[in-house]
């Protein structure tokens, strides 16, 4: 994508398979642009995403990708913003 998006992977699937929402993420941050970022939605269910997204990610693209938690929320899920740097 060459513009800043979101995926929701919150969907009841998700919540039933961690391995889905991170083989998802990185599926969306690869087609991500340079430059842009992806908001990743995931399920409240699964809590926090830096407890276990956020350093997979980081092992899949390295420096590739800067991560921010941004908060939880109304729907229940949580946002993780990630960008692509290079």
């Known amino acids: 994508m060459n513009k800043n998006?979101?995926?929701?992977?919150e969907h009841e699937e998700y919540t039933l398979d961690i391995e889905l929402v991170i083989?998802?993420?990185?599926?969306?941050?690869d087609k991500t642009e340079k430059g842009y970022y992806v908001n990743v939605v995931t399920?409240?269910?699964?809590g926090n995403p830096d407890d276990y997204l956020t350093?997979?990610?980081v092992n899949y693209f390295g420096g590739r990708i800067t991560i921010k938690f941004i908060d939880q929320?109304?729907?229940g899920g949580?946002?993780?913003r990630v960008w692509k740097n290079n």
């Not at 083989?23 to 941050?29: E, G, L, M, R, T």
């Not at 399920?43 to 699964?46: D, G, S």
């Open 78 to 80: 949580y946002v993780l």
């Open 23 to 29: 083989s998802d993420a990185i599926d969306a941050v």
């Open 43 to 46: 399920p409240a269910a699964l």
């Open 5 to 9: 998006w979101s995926i929701s992977l």
């Open 73 to 75: 929320c109304g729907c």
């Open 55 to 57: 350093e997979a990610l």
